[in-house]
């Protein structure tokens, strides 16, 4: 099936911002990498920021409804800690040069942050911080909790090939390992926060 124009800018944008970081992205690199000129680059996206912007909202459009939807159903807190893990690791597969995208293009510009998703970080620590107060969960700091769990999802991800070499693995050896990331992830979450109520 043929690459559409804009899904050619967009890939090819995708590895100058993880190569070069977003500061050192050039808009005529991406139309070199897109076998494009750059005018027409400028037709699809006005500016570099733009066109940042529009692949972060492109990754996590998916992601973020189906994270608030584990929010909203009745389950138990533990059930919904493992929708969420889940959550992040199908993203993180899904697209595994993202951490690495974005960890590179924030190092370099920092202002970029504010095209992050903040809300959904927002409704994940008053869901802990819910489920603390009401003794579902033991007494911790729910945002240190927070980036203990996502740090195990995303750490594999960012140290791919560092950690593939430590390990031994080779590139498929070390893709069927990580489907296995997600029971691992839910041991050490049972004992940092284990439930004391079903609800």
Request: a neutral charge; charged letters at 30%.
């Amino acid at each position: 099936m043929e690459v559409s124009t804009e899904e050619k800018i967009i890939q090819a944008a995708e590895k100058i911002f993880v190569r070069d970081g977003f500061d050192g992205a050039r808009m005529q690199d991406i139309a070199n990498e897109a076998e494009i000129n750059k005018a027409l680059l400028h037709y699809y996206f006005r500016s570099k920021e733009k066109l940042f912007e529009h692949i972060l909202q492109r990754k996590m459009k998916d992601f973020i409804p189906r994270i608030q939807a584990v929010l909203r159903k009745e389950m138990s807190v533990m059930d919904k800690l493992e929708g969420i893990v889940d959550g992040y690791l199908r993203m993180l597969s899904q697209n595994p040069r993202l951490p690495i995208f974005l960890l590179y293009s924030t190092y370099r510009n920092p202002a970029i942050m504010q095209h992050m998703p903040h809300e959904i970080f927002r409704d994940l620590i008053a869901f802990i911080d819910d489920a603390i107060q009401k003794k579902q969960l033991k007494k911790l700091d729910p945002s240190q909790f927070l980036l203990s769990l996502l740090g195990m999802c995303f750490f594999p991800f960012v140290a791919w090939p560092v950690a593939s070499h430590m390990l031994e693995k080779s590139e498929s050896e070390y893709v069927a390992f990580l489907k296995g990331r997600k029971v691992e992830i839910m041991k050490v979450i049972r004992e940092l926060a284990y439930e004391t109520d079903s609800s």
